[in-house]
């Protein structure tokens, strides 16, 4: 009999990796919020405009424990989930490549989409494009993966920061004329001249060598990700709790020290790209094992369950996320008109919605709308979406 591929089953999936992918989408708003809503997270200025003690707090919570802690994570879950579809595929004696390629291909297109007419902050079309340079080591030994993994992002990282610190009486200066420019599209253009100053903005993002820079930071995360989840930790945590319970206390250790670290130094602005992408790529660990080990207690369990919904339609979330803050900072006219803790509010109400929308979609409809469309393209058959009470 032929074998078709298919999606996971449901009661075959990680709930802890969904409960994870969930925790991600909900730290990657509280990060991506401010940049909604403001030019200062891209053009600098920040300083100028949010001057109170608990702006300047609420600022260092979000720098130590949410910026370049969730892409990191959500970075690792891509290259595990890479591994599980591979490992599905295989077990089906089907070829990984044309399958793996329609997945990324779609996430590239749903990239240009929210890139372009949402935000430029958008992750997906880089995750597409440099997920297509992972199918080069679905083959790799694993040990090659994680040799790969740390050559590229020390390198990349090393060198950056060197050239940082030799550079470092320069750093930091805000562009005061691009982000007057941004606050004016912004708050009262058109909608052409707020998705043109949105191509703008992407575009000084995304300029020159940055695509270079995020593959050797990305890249490894992903390899990182596909390594774990040969290891089989995450499959059977009780079983692997030694390995596990070591990376926990190394991953804690570091992410204190080059996440908080800094601090104690003044947090100078070189060292910027060891404090995000080295301790955020720790702190990613440090979080993912937090969320394995407490997901196996009954009463924890019961707490990580909104992540998990909301896990289960990580890419509806997100692109929900980002239609909120077009309606709300574009459209509105609210761009730059919120303070930090107006936005930590706005982030805990859209989310606590979307966990019980994603609960109620979920008891009716086996996957989110766009994760159906997903499916469907990867997969080359129209999924079928709606529960029915033999195939719940």
């Not at 995304?206 to 820079?213: D, M, P």
């Not at 790209?273 to 990613?284: C, E, K, L, Y």
């Not at 997100?318 to 982030?347: E, K, N």
Request: charged share 15%; hydrophobic share 50%; net charge positive.
């Amino acid at each position: 009999m032929a074998q078709y591929p298919s999606p996971l089953k449901e009661t075959n999936r990680l709930q802890w990796i969904d409960e994870a992918r969930g925790f991600a989408i909900f730290g990657i708003f509280v990060v991506n919020i401010g940049a909604f809503n403001a030019p200062y997270f891209l053009y600098g200025g920040e300083e100028t405009a949010w001057t109170s003690s608990i702006d300047h707090t609420l600022r260092l919570i979000i720098d130590i424990f949410f910026q370049a802690s969730f892409y990191t994570l959500f970075s690792l879950l891509f290259g595990f989930g890479m591994q599980l579809m591979k490992e599905r595929l295989e077990m089906k004696s089907l070829s990984a490549y044309p399958i793996l390629g329609r997945r990324l291909g779609a996430l590239i297109c749903f990239g240009l989409v929210h890139a372009f007419l949402l935000w430029h902050g958008d992750i997906l079309l880089t995750y597409g494009l440099i997920g297509l340079l992972l199918l080069a080591f679905l083959n790799v030994r694993g040990r090659t993966m994680l040799s790969w993994a740390f050559l590229l992002m020390g390198m990349t990282v090393g060198l950056l920061s060197i050239s940082l610190y030799q550079f470092r009486e320069y750093i930091g200066q805000p562009n005061l004329f691009a982000a007057e420019q941004a606050l004016s599209n912004y708050q009262s253009g058109s909608i052409i001249q707020v998705w043109e100053q949105n191509y703008v903005d992407w575009l000084y993002a995304n300029e020159g060598i940055s695509y270079l820079l995020l593959i050797g930071t990305l890249l490894p995360l992903f390899l990182v990700g596909m390594f774990i989840a040969r290891q089989r930790w995450l499959h059977e945590p009780k079983k692997h709790q030694a390995p596990l319970r070591r990376l926990w206390f190394i991953s804690l250790l570091m992410f204190a020290g080059l996440k908080a670290g800094p601090y104690l130094f003044g947090n100078p602005a070189w060292f910027s790209m060891i404090q995000d992408n080295i301790g955020g790529a720790f702190s990613a660990l440090f979080y993912i094992i937090s969320i394995t080990f407490l997901s196996q207690m009954e009463g924890a369990r019961k707490l990580l369950l909104p992540f998990r919904y909301v896990g289960r339609m990580a890419l509806s979330n997100y692109i929900t996320q980002s239609l909120v803050c077009f309606l709300v900072f574009y459209l509105f006219r609210l761009y730059g008109a919120m303070t930090p803790v107006g936005l930590m509010l706005m982030v805990l109400v859209v989310y606590s919605m979307q966990a019980a929308f994603s609960k109620w979609w979920l008891t009716h409809y086996r996957f989110g709308p766009l994760e159906w469309l997903w499916r469907s393209i990867t997969y080359k058959r129209i999924q079928k979406l709606r529960r029915t009470e033999q195939g719940r």
